[in-house]
């Protein structure tokens, strides 16, 4: 699997994982992943992982103390495809 490939692989992911916690209000901490996934599907389709502008931005609440377990998984995800794209497609 290429680096690109591999990158929307683990963007599906995280996707699913969003929207899997925005359907479960019992996932969610304060409840404004809508607005997250909304940047996430950009980012995915305009493929920005690409650019220079390649870092996801993620809702300032996340990572938070009182983020539920579902919250601090998606949250690892997206830190892991960082370090992966830092990597993989800008060298780091």
Do not use: C
């Amino acid at each position: 699997m290429n680096p690109e490939e591999h990158i929307q692989q683990r963007l599906h992911t995280i996707i699913e994982s969003a929207q899997s916690i925005i359907n479960d209000q019992g996932k969610q901490s304060f409840g404004s992943l809508e607005y997250f996934l909304g940047h996430i599907l950009e980012y995915r389709d305009e493929k920005q992982y690409l650019t220079e502008d390649w870092h996801i931005r993620t809702p300032r609440w996340l990572g938070e103390y009182g983020n539920t377990p579902e919250e601090e998984e998606l949250l690892a995800d997206i830190y892991r495809l960082q370090a992966y794209i830092a990597v993989k497609l800008k060298g780091a």
